[in-house]
């Protein structure tokens, strides 16, 4: 009997070596600049600026409250170029399979080369050296080009090679910018090639800045481009893993990205493996009742001469309340002097994803809650939730998404109390018992629910919002596709958008299959898992020999 308990116990620690991912601080790079008001913008754009809405004290739940509106560029501070933004018909930003967002990080340094000329672009032979140095670029990574730019990140004159933050063009319509980037040729070849999901550049753009001619080739192969990314220097030439989940913006030509590298994963999920639990950001986009809505504003769409070059050009400029769509509230919205969005660590940021499911319990009673009960029998049947776990409430309410009635319950769309004071809406959500158990009986990273709020509709306290903001969990609100996520065995990354002093964030939730994340480092083009299964496989021989 001795040796199948053994074999049961390596065939338990093979599946842990691929369980959900819970990183520490020293295992993340956070790659993404903190967007301010004072954040350097392309020349001749509008930078990012908010509207505060609310800081101080209120009569209500823990008696403080902070919300704010915002307005910001696609294209500015740490962000994704989508396909569209200079290929025609190409993906917008909603449409690229998030499968894509994670993958190999691969490293190629000219700093020394960008140092001696501040205009020297990546060229095919840089990309050939590196390959001959290190082995093929993997499939499906995101190739990061470091030219060192990063350290001039606050000085446009050094950043952009140009003080003017009103033009970039002279009067023919070429680029005034003289700044490190990607040759044309450089993006031609790696677009033919090489089978990348997205290139990046510590620089503001893939450029080139005379022409920015590179962008062209690499959008035309759907490969998306990362600008301003920052902490290059900290990525490993080859070895690191990253995830970059942009904000989910509909028809977004672009938009801010949350990037960060993982030092003890890799990622190899298909598109059967990641459930993205985003809804895209549109002026559909229901709204908590009074609320502003998302508004999306194209500022080009359509051909515009570049010095000699006719291209596609698209981008849009968009404002919304911070709490719109897939939002994470940081504990600042509730509770005096907690974190604000910048305050939250980025390793806790992911973790093992959990979905506790009271549909049936909702379905014929909106004012249904999450209990204690619900919990413990939740655990009796899927096993205790585990450490750094981000618990997901599937309501059924994501149904009604896009219909403001069904989905707040209320026909009243700008108030959510009636004059004596009671709560209109409607919706399931956590009860106090139920927060305020998970908060002191389990180590969660943070909850999420598909409601417009995990606090029930008919309450006017928010005892939910107060027991997790005020144990700093993170909270998530309208989490998509939660009918799709199963109850474990994924993980979930929560990259919020990176603003400072925000009081919640739009925010891009994805589940990845624990059997697409191996934990611990490997070289480039080497997956550790073959050789893993075939080391543990008389051991599996014996398990299965012996039941
Ligand atoms: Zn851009
Ligand atoms: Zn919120």
């Known amino acids: 009997m001795k040796v199948p308990k053994l074999a049961v116990v390596m065939a338990l620690f093979v599946m842990h070596v691929y ?31 908010y509207t505060r809405i609310s800081r101080g004290p209120v009569n209500m739940a823990a008696g403080w409250f902070e919300d704010n509106d915002f307005c910001g560029q696609e294209h500015q501070g740490t962000h994704m170029d989508a396909p569209a933004h200079f290929s025609k018909g190409k993906w917008r930003l909603h449409d690229i399979p998030p499968h894509r967002f994670f993958g190999p990080a691969v490293r190629i340094d000219i700093s020394s080369q960008t ?70 040729d450089a993006a031609k070849w790696i677009s033919s090639n090489k089978k990348i999901a997205g290139i990046g550049t510590d620089g503001p753009s893939v450029g080139p800045s005379k022409t920015m001619m590179a962008h062209v080739p690499l959008l035309e192969k759907n490969i998306f481009s990362l600008e301003s990314v920052a902490n290059l220097d900290k990525l490993a030439t080859t070895g690191d893993a990253v995830a970059a989940l942009p904000v989910n913006v509909k028809d ?13 994963a890799q990622f190899k999920p298909g598109p059967d493996d990641v459930i993205d639990l985003t809804y895209a950001l549109s002026n559909e986009t229901v709204m908590w009742p009074g609320r502003n809505p998302f508004q999306l504003f194209v500022l080009d769409r359509g051909l515009v001469n570049l010095g000699n070059n006719t291209v596609w050009l698209e981008q849009n400029r968009f404002c919304t309340p911070e709490h719109a769509g897939t939002h994470l509230d940081a ?15 980025a390793h806790t940021l992911i973790g093992p994803a959990v979905r506790v499911d009271m549909s049936k319990k909702a379905e014929n009673n909106s004012d249904a ?54 709560p209109l809406v409607h919706y399931p959500g956590f009860s106090e018992a139920a927060a305020k158990w998970l908060v002191n009986n389990r180590n969660i990273n943070g909850i999420g629910s598909d409601t417009i709020s995990y606090d029930a509709g008919q309450t006017t306290s928010f005892p939910a919002h107060v027991a997790f903001l005020g144990a700093k969990k993170l909270a998530l609100e309208n989490v998509a596709n939660l009918d799709k996520l199963p109850n474990t065995g994924t993980t979930a990354f929560v990259f919020h958008m990176l603003y400072k002093d925000g009081s919640g964030a739009p925010t891009r939730v994805v589940a990845i299959k624990n059997s697409a ?16 299964v075939a080391l543990m496989m008389p051991f599996f021989l014996i398990f299965f020999r012996c039941i």
């Open 369 to 422: 809650v999450l209990t204690v009960q619900d919990l413990e029998e939740w655990e009796k049947e899927n096993g205790r939730i585990p450490d750094n776990a981000m618990v997901f409430l599937h309501t059924g309410w994501g149904k009604f998404f896009t219909d403001f009635e069904k989905y707040l319950g209320s026909t009243n769309r700008t108030n959510w109390l009636n004059d004596e004071g009671q």
């Open 19 to 49: 369980a959900q991912l819970s990183p520490t601080a020293d295992d993340v790079i956070d790659m993404t600049y903190l967007l301010t008001p004072e954040t350097l913008h392309w020349p001749g754009l509008t930078g990012f600026n």
């Open 331 to 345: 504990p600042a919205h509730f509770i005096k002097g907690s974190w604000r969005t910048h305050d939250i660590p």
């Open 252 to 264: 977004g030509s672009g938009a801010p990205v949350r990037i960060v590298a993982f030092k003890k």
């Open 517 to 532: 994340i191996t934990a611990g480092q490997v070289s480039s083009g080497v997956d550790i898992r073959p050789m893993f």
């Open 115 to 184: 140092a001696q000329n501040n205009e020297y672009n990546l060229k095919v032979e840089d990309v050939q050296k590196w390959e001959k140095e290190n082995g093929p670029i993997p499939d499906n990574s995101i190739l990061f080009i470091y030219t060192g730019w990063g350290k001039h990140h606050d000085n446009r004159t050094a950043y952009y090679g140009y003080g003017s933050a009103d033009s970039w063009l002279d009067a023919n319509g070429n680029p005034l910018l003289h700044f490190p980037a990607v040759s044309e």
